[in-house]
């Protein structure tokens, strides 16, 4: 079992749409958990942060972690095809210098 | 643009052959990680430096090796090369290497090896 699973989808939505994609995963000594969005052809890039339980809002995005269920989410108010995208969910361990455990990556398409 | 500087962009080669691929990190960045991306595996964590030394280690294979340099810059080292070493493979870069910390990632290096 991996330590981090996420749906590959594809994920296909109307534009406008909220979207919620998420990672379950195994390893309860995570701390840290990030979301990443990466457009084809390109590096990842940092679109959310958390560290332990809880939501956390920036604009149309939501991160919510749920350490009880080893779950987390994000969620994308107002979908918008520039949001069409890979996102992948990345989780750490507290403590020093540690990896990043990535997911596989979910694939959105947002259809306007 | 992250500010992370990635070369080459794309590299062909054949099997058994090494290379070497370049990083730079931003400007003020003392940590450099490298990941691996291909289609079945995902993003791969591989290994990270900070300030010249080795801090963590992920699923490196041993015919890969790294090093960073008094400057900052990263080199990653695949020898004798396989077909499934066809990937696109990333470098990172943060300032402290914190566990939490925002990695701000390079354009990636395509590698197809024949």
């Known amino acids: 079992q991996k330590e981090v699973e996420q749906d590959p989808g594809p994920l296909s939505v109307p534009e406008g749409a909220i979207v919620s994609l998420n990672c379950t995963y195994s390893n309860s000594a995570f701390q840290y958990f990030m979301w990443y969005r990466q457009y084809s052809r390109k590096g990842p890039e940092l679109l959310m942060y958390?560290?332990?339980?809880g939501n956390k809002e920036d604009g149309r995005f939501t991160a919510q972690v749920d350490k009880s269920s080893k779950y987390i989410s994000l969620f994308i108010r107002d979908s918008q095809p520039s949001d069409s995208a890979t996102y992948l969910c990345?989780?750490?361990?507290?403590?020093?210098?540690?990896?990043?455990?990535f997911g596989t990556g979910t694939k959105l398409q947002v259809i306007p | 643009d992250s500010g992370v500087t990635q070369t080459p962009k794309h590299l062909i080669t054949a099997t058994g052959q090494r290379v070497t691929l370049r990083c730079s990190p931003r400007?003020?960045?003392?940590?450099v990680y490298w990941y691996q991306q291909s289609l079945d595996q995902g993003l791969q964590f591989l290994i990270q430096y900070y300030n010249g030394e080795e801090r963590a280690k992920g699923n490196i294979l041993e015919r890969f090796s790294a090093q960073q340099f008094p400057d900052l810059h990263s080199e990653l080292n695949l020898s004798s090369l396989e077909l499934g070493d066809s990937a696109l493979y990333f470098c990172a870069s943060s300032v402290t290497g914190d566990l939490g910390e925002t990695q701000y990632f390079g354009p990636g290096t395509r590698l197809l090896v024949l």
């Open positions: 990345a989780m750490s361990v507290a403590g020093g210098y540690q990896k990043v455990t």
């Open positions: 958390t560290y332990s339980s």
């Open positions: 400007s003020g960045d003392l940590s």
